[in-house]
């Protein structure tokens, strides 16, 4: 089993929908990463969060300590949003160096 | 300003060819990660340096993968006699000094072997 789950794996939305895109883990965790991978491998990172809820324009992150369940909503979503979205995680094995890992991504189709 | 650089970008090399792969962190940075992702699949970490120092190794694949970075800066992900299964998307990402610092990427090297 993977330490880091996400789901769906692929995802088509119309122009306009409401995103949710889902992280469970198994590990214990110092923080949980949402990133953003485009075709051509680049990786952005959109938050890096420990507790709570972030929110950065139309994007907003959730995560829940005790269930190990993280969220990343897109409201209004647009073509542009297209991409592969990873969650990966920050585990307390190692003390300082903080390792991520990764989940396999979900892929995500906005079409027009 | 500038941000983690990965070159080269794309490379075919034949079977049994080595292969060097290098990483530009971004300045100051004193940690450094090398991760490789096979084709559909999340980044897996590779190896973890901080300054020079290779202080964790443990997700190198065999050994025929060996990273350096000599003087704290500058990585090199070397790959020898390669096989189609290395065939990936190496990732490198640096980082300031503490786990709680966030890892910014740099584009990544295409890694395909025929």
């Known amino acids: 089993k993977n330490e880091v789950e996400q789901s769906p794996q692929n995802l088509t939305a119309q122009e306009g929908e409401f995103i949710t895109i889902n992280c469970s883990y198994s590990?214990?965790?110092?923080?949980l990463h949402w990133l953003q991978q485009h075709p051509g491998g680049g990786i952005v990172s959109l938050f890096m969060?420990?507790?709570g809820k972030k929110k950065h324009g139309r994007l907003i992150a959730t995560i829940n300590i005790q269930e190990k369940h993280s969220s990343l909503h897109i409201t209004a979503s647009h073509p542009r949003d297209s991409a592969v979205y990873i969650c990966?995680?920050?585990?307390?094995?190692?003390?300082?160096?903080?390792?991520?890992?990764f989940g396999k991504g979900t892929k995500l189709s906005v079409k027009p | 300003g500038a941000g983690v650089s990965q070159s080269p970008r794309y490379k075919v090399a034949k079977r049994g060819q080595d292969v060097a792969l290098r990483c530009d962190p971004i300045?100051?940075?004193?940690?450094l990660f090398w991760y490789q992702q096979a084709l559909g699949q999340g980044p897996e970490f590779l190896t973890y340096?901080?300054?020079?120092?290779?202080?964790?190794k443990s997700g190198l694949p065999s050994d025929r993968f060996f990273a350096e970075r000599p003087e704290g800066s500058v990585s090199t992900l070397k790959i020898q006699r390669t096989q189609q299964e290395d065939s990936a998307v190496y990732l490198c990402?640096?980082?300031?000094?503490?786990?709680?610092?966030?890892?910014?990427f740099g584009p990544g090297t295409r890694l395909t072997v025929l």
């Open positions: 990402a640096s980082r300031l000094a503490g786990g709680y610092n966030e890892q910014f």
């Open positions: 590990v214990g965790i110092s923080a």
């Open positions: 969060l420990s507790s």
């Open positions: 990966a995680v920050r585990s307390n094995y190692g003390g300082s160096q903080g390792n991520l890992i």
């Open positions: 300045s100051g940075h004193v940690s």
């Open positions: 340096f901080q300054n020079e120092a290779q202080l964790d």
